[in-house]
């Protein structure tokens, strides 16, 4: 059961930028305890040291915890409060992430990697109830926001893990680049000491909704589908279109680039979708121009990989940013900052669990047939269904109607 006091916050313009200053600086760091391991998974497996099945359970523990912590933040905001739990998310993450560094013990080192993921998946479940109940009228500039920072440290991280562990030199020592993200998680903490007075207020009206409420709702389940196969569309592309490339002909230096394009792409469009779905009532159109980036992008890889890979990366990662169309329409899609805190637990976690299965599926496929040709056509019919159910998700509809509409 959730429950949010107030359906919106006043602030002064000092607290306003406080606040704008702790979503950025916790969406920067939601990504970096997952998106620094796999730079560095080989020397991790030898330093930890990590077997075959645990570097694997490693490599999946994102998606899983995602799934299952992230459900569970909606309760526990209702009962101590949204910004309390961003704070403890936040040290949660900085304290394991710090521990994780220090440990050559595997079973050790995937327990601290759950709980730091464990914190940052709770922060991430309320950053949309975050923006809807302090900035109910700025959903989409506040979202571009967050998600803009959240593909910068997703970015970063993946991008200086290395550097950071070797120090310049050429020994690499994990344990550095691991550690670097703790300090950055620290840094983040400072504002959100400041924030957590938003939960002390008494006397406000309460008003509760449970996640079950959403489980009954058309909307409810068209996000889900819409948010997980959008997540299972971008997870087997960061997981296998390097691979992809090589296959295809590409270097391994040209792989990790052209890899990069496709995240690349996500960092203006993170900061351009929400601000153009906040200003619409309806957001089909915007849907369907970012959903057809997906077959410009996979056929023209399969047809002639090179020399225009440059050209289908750019149009894939495209597409990926129908990602933070979905996290907006969380914001959108609802009335109420409680309806937000709902909506965006049940979406995220019944979305993850969807989304990982595909990494595994498409690695499997792949294995199974010998060809990427499978497993690109795949993801291409995926993007029917995840079409649909974005255009019901995209109407000017709210769940709150639709649980009253039930009643």
């Not at 070797?166 to 993200?181: H, N, P, S």
């Not at 087997?236 to 680039?257: H, K, L, N, T």
């Not at 907006?328 to 805190?341: K, M, S, V, Y």
Request: with cysteine; hydrophobic share 50%; proline share 5%.
């Amino acid at each position: 059961m959730t429950t949010i006091t107030d359906d919106v916050v006043q602030d002064t313009r000092l607290q306003r930028l406080l606040v704008v200053l702790g979503i950025v600086v916790l969406a920067f760091n939601l990504r970096p305890a997952a998106s620094s391991v796999g730079p560095l998974l080989e020397e991790i497996r030898a330093g930890v040291p990590l077997g075959d099945t645990q570097a694997g359970i490693l490599t999946t523990l994102p998606v899983i915890c995602f799934a299952v912590v992230g459900g569970l933040a909606p309760r526990l905001a209702s009962w101590i409060g949204l910004h309390r739990v961003a704070l403890l998310g936040l040290l949660l993450l900085t304290g394991c992430l710090w521990a994780r560094g220090h440990v050559h013990q595997g079973w050790v080192f995937l327990v601290l990697s759950f709980t730091a993921l464990a914190g940052a998946a709770t922060a991430n479940v309320l950053m949309p109830s975050l923006v809807k109940l302090h900035f109910p009228d700025r959903v989409g500039q506040l979202t571009a926001v967050y998600t803009t920072s959240m593909a910068v440290g997703l970015t970063v991280s993946s991008a200086l893990s290395v550097p950071i562990a070797t120090g310049g030199g050429d020994q690499v020592d994990y344990t550095r680049g691991l550690l670097a993200w703790s300090l950055t998680a620290g840094i983040a903490v400072l504002p959100w000491i400041g924030l957590i007075r938003h939960d002390l207020h008494e006397g406000r009206r309460t008003r509760s909704l449970g996640v079950g409420a959403i489980a009954r709702t058309r909307l409810g389940w068209a996000m889900v589908g819409a948010f997980g196969l959008q997540s299972l569309q971008a997870y087997a592309i960061f997981g296998w279109f390097a691979q992809m490339c090589r296959d295809a002909g590409y270097s391994a230096e040209a792989s990790g680039v052209l890899l990069g394009v496709v995240t690349g792409a996500s960092i203006p469009l993170s900061l351009l979708i929400p601000v153009l779905a906040g200003r619409f009532r309806d957001q089909r159109g915007l849907l369907t121009a970012l959903i057809a980036c997906y077959p410009v992008g996979y056929l023209g890889f399969l047809a002639d990989p090179r020399p225009l890979g440059w050209l289908w990366a750019l149009a894939i990662g495209a597409g990926c940013s129908t990602f933070p169309l979905v996290l907006t329409l969380i914001g959108l899609r609802a009335r109420t900052p409680e309806g937000t805190a709902a909506l965006s637990g049940f979406t995220q976690s019944a979305g993850y669990l969807m989304a990982a299965a595909g990494p595994f599926g498409i690695g499997a496929l792949h294995a199974a047939t010998g060809s990427w040709t499978p497993s690109v056509l795949l993801l291409l019919g995926l993007c029917v269904p995840l079409y649909l159910c974005g255009l019901y998700a995209t109407g000017d509809r709210y769940v709150e109607d639709e649980i009253a509409a039930r009643r």
